[in-house]
């Protein structure tokens, strides 16, 4: 079953903050994240494979809250480059072959 | 690396013909991934191999769909006969045994009128 994420769709300003999050009807074992921009191919961000984990890099970063079977993306300080459709994905213990990627999520930075 | 390669980058065809996507993965890459992506439904996995065996095509919509890994650098996703509703872009991803990062190649977007 797919994941859902909130919002569908988010403007921020550059600098401003936002919060993605993906939940899952099933219990969570990996959850990935993937962001789109326009035209182009998903690109992978980030794993998660345990729960309480918490990845980052710039200033783009993820936690994951296996009891709640849920996952949060946190944008921090955004940047014109942040702006496409972000997805998560959750998969099966170990975290590779089959995911099954959420609605996405529409970010668009403005100046 | 060039990266994931599909061909063609678009394709449109007449409602009852039949359509070729291909792609090739990486190289040392061993599972390769179908997703057909569109407004309604998202980014849906369709079929994928392991070692050039299909693994997982609960995804795979109809019979018209049927996917084939020859080898380890190439992958075919046929429909025959194509119908409007299967119009959508078609991405392969490919990952390297032991990881998680899935490569998408650039796509294929399909028009079936």
């Known amino acids: 079953q797919q994941p859902v994420q909130s919002p569908q769709a988010v403007i921020l300003r550059e600098g401003e903050d936002a919060v993605i999050n993906c939940s899952s009807s099933k219990a969570l074992y990996s959850v990935h994240w993937y962001r789109q921009k326009h035209g182009e191919a998903p690109v992978f961000l980030m794993i998660?494979?345990?729960?309480?984990e918490q990845k980052g890099h710039d200033k783009i970063s993820a936690s994951f809250n296996e009891k709640k079977q849920q996952s949060s993306l946190y944008l921090t300080a955004s940047q014109l480059s942040y702006s496409g459709t972000y997805f998560c994905?959750?998969?099966?213990?170990?975290?590779?072959?089959?995911?099954?990627f959420g609605t996405g999520t529409k970010l668009q930075v403005i100046p | 690396d060039a990266g994931v390669i599909q061909s063609p980058r678009h394709e449109v065809t007449e409602m009852g013909q039949e359509v070729t996507l291909r792609c090739k993965p990486i190289?040392?890459?061993?599972?390769l991934f179908w997703y057909r992506q569109t407004m309604m439904r998202g980014l849906e996995l369709l079929i994928y191999?392991?070692?050039?065996?299909?693994?997982?095509d609960s995804g795979m919509p109809e019979d018209r769909f049927s996917a084939k890994m020859p080898n380890a650098s190439f992958s075919t996703l046929k429909i025959q006969p194509s119908e409007p509703r299967d119009s959508a872009v078609y991405f392969c991803a490919s990952v390297e045994r032991g990881n998680n990062e899935q490569f998408f190649g650039p796509g294929t977007r399909l028009t079936v009128l």
């Open positions: 994905g959750t998969g099966p213990p170990g975290g590779y072959q089959k995911v099954t």
């Open positions: 190289s040392g890459h061993n599972s």
């Open positions: 191999f392991n070692n050039n065996v299909p693994i997982d």
């Open positions: 998660l494979l345990k729960g309480g």
